[in-house]
C-alpha cells in the first residue's frame, strides 16, 4: 500500500529548515523537530528517512533559494558594479532586518558541521555554484578579467557580513564596509 503523506511537505520543510538554522543541526533535538512541525516521530521518519535526511533536504531548498536570489538580484542590472551593490544592500537589509539574528544557514552549518565529510562537500559544491553565477554574470564585462577573483571574494565577504551581523547591528558601519568592498573591486 503506498504512503501518503498527511500533512504539506513544503511546509514542513519550512518549518525545519527554520529550526535548524535557529539551533543548528546538533541542539535541534527529534522533539523539538515533532513539536514545531506538527507531525509525530513515525510520519517523519517514514518521510524524510532520518533527522539528518530531513535537514540534508532543507540545506538543498534553503541553498536553491539562495542561488536563485542571487540570481534575481544580480541579473536586474546590467551595470556588474550596481549588480554587486544591489546584492551586497540587499543581503546587509535582510539580515539586519531579522529579529533573531540568524544568519545564513549555510554559513551557521559551515561553522557547526565542516568536520562532516558530506556536508563539507555540500559547502564546497554551494561555494563552486554560487561563484559560477557571478563569473558569469560578470563575464562580457569590463571585470571578466577579474571575475575568478572578484566572485571568491563577494562570497568569502558576504559570510564574514553574515557573521558579524548575528551580534553587531550597525547600519552605518555595514553600509560603509559594503561602499569600501565595492572600491576595492573597482580598481
Not at 75 to 94: A, C, M, V, W, Y
Not at 110 to 123: P, Q
Not at 145 to 163: F, N, S
Request: glycine letters at 6%; hydrophobic letters at 40%; proline letters at 2%.
Amino acid at each position: 500500500m503506498p504512503k501518503f503523506e498527511l500533512f504539506d511537505r513544503n511546509e514542513v520543510m519550512e518549518k525545519a529548515t527554520n529550526l535548524f538554522w535557529v539551533k543548528g543541526y546538533e541542539a535541534t533535538s527529534m522533539n523539538d523537530l515533532t513539536q514545531e512541525i506538527g507531525i509525530g516521530k513515525g510520519s517523519l521518519y517514514n518521510s524524510f528517512g532520518s533527522k539528518r535526511k530531513l535537514f540534508d533536504a532543507c540545506l538543498s531548498m534553503y541553498r536553491e533559494g539562495g542561488i536563485q536570489v542571487i540570481s534575481q538580484v544580480l541579473n536586474s542590472e546590467s551595470d556588474p558594479i550596481l549588480g554587486i551593490r544591489k546584492f551586497l544592500d540587499f543581503q546587509t537589509e535582510n539580515l539586519l532586518l531579522d529579529p533573531y539574528s540568524k544568519g545564513c544557514l549555510l554559513a551557521n552549518t559551515s561553522a557547526e558541521m565542516a568536520h562532516d565529510k558530506e556536508i563539507s562537500d555540500f559547502l564546497l559544491e554551494n561555494n563552486q555554484i554560487l561563484k559560477s553565477k557571478i563569473v558569469d554574470y560578470l563575464s562580457g564585462t569590463h571585470l571578466s578579467d577579474q571575475a575568478e577573483a572578484i566572485g571568491d571574494a563577494i562570497l568569502i565577504y558576504t559570510t564574514g557580513v553574515t557573521i558579524i551581523t548575528k551580534f553587531m547591528k550597525d547600519p552605518a558601519r555595514l553600509k560603509a564596509s559594503n561602499e569600501l568592498f565595492l572600491k576595492s573591486i573597482q580598481n
